[in-house]
């Protein structure tokens, strides 16, 4: 089956700082997704992002599916950025099915 | 409101007992989803259904059924519960390969 690789498995930040994540993946997919899932344990979609570049406000993603990643930036990063975040991948003809990675812990200090 | 609503939110229960999990999605999506994620976080698939057909099985034991009565409601039954099922259970949506997923706040289920 596909492989989802994230990196770095953990992150310590101070406020403030800017960070990447990182997602491989080793087979072509359909879609791609970013999730965080916050200290409470909600999950929270963050992009759908199956190629090119996206931002939502100190968030931005990009993903170039021919060389299979997808990055996650953090800018200016806030306490409530802790959490872990989760890279997801849906191959072809799989209904919808995601393929998670096994996340990134950020902890963002004051 | 609440997009896409799961009850219980926590379940603690004996070895062999019976128990259900609801979930509900007003979003008017066509697919939802079960998944569990496991101690170590890792999240993993277990249903899918789309328009109250099962489309997705992945080897879950039987012990696990889920029953969708209409496209806005997918519950979660499992029988004879063991002590490795403690984990949190997850419903999702999603309007199908166009949009990404809406999670619900999960379930914890703990087993003793």
């Known amino acids: 089956g596909i492989q989802v690789e994230q990196s770095p498995p953990d992150l310590i930040l101070q406020e403030g700082a800017n960070s990447t994540l990182r997602c491989n993946f080793s087979?072509?997919?359909?879609?791609l997704q970013w999730f965080h899932q916050n200290p409470w344990g909600q999950l929270i979609n963050l992009f759908y992002?199956?190629?090119g570049t996206k931002q939502n406000g100190r968030l931005s993603a990009t993903t170039v599916a021919t060389e299979r990643y997808s990055l996650l930036y953090i800018s200016s990063s806030q306490t409530t950025d802790s959490g872990v975040y989760f890279c997801?991948?849906?191959?072809?003809?799989?209904?919808?099915?995601?393929?998670f990675g096994a996340g990134t812990q950020v902890v963002v200090t004051p | 409101d609440t997009a896409v609503s799961q009850t219980p939110k926590y379940l603690v229960t004996q070895m062999g007992n019976d128990k259900s999990i609801k979930c509900e999605q007003n979003?008017?999506?066509?697919?939802m989803y079960w998944y569990k994620q496991d101690s170590k976080k890792f999240l993993k698939i277990m249903f899918s259904?789309?328009?109250?057909?099962?489309?997705i099985n992945e080897t879950v034991p039987n012990r696990f059924s889920p029953k969708s009565p209409d496209k806005a409601h997918l519950n979660l039954h499992i029988n004879s519960l063991e002590l490795g099922d403690s984990a949190v259970y997850f419903c999702?949506?999603?309007?199908?390969?166009?949009?990404?997923?809406?999670f619900g706040s999960g379930t914890r289920l703990t087993v003793v």
């Open positions: 999702a949506s999603s309007r199908q390969g166009r949009y990404g997923y809406t």
């Open positions: 087979d072509s997919v359909n879609n």
């Open positions: 992002i199956p190629s």
């Open positions: 997801a991948v849906e191959l072809a003809d799989s209904w919808g099915k995601l393929q």
């Open positions: 979003l008017g999506h066509d697919t």
């Open positions: 259904y789309n328009n109250k057909e099962l489309i």
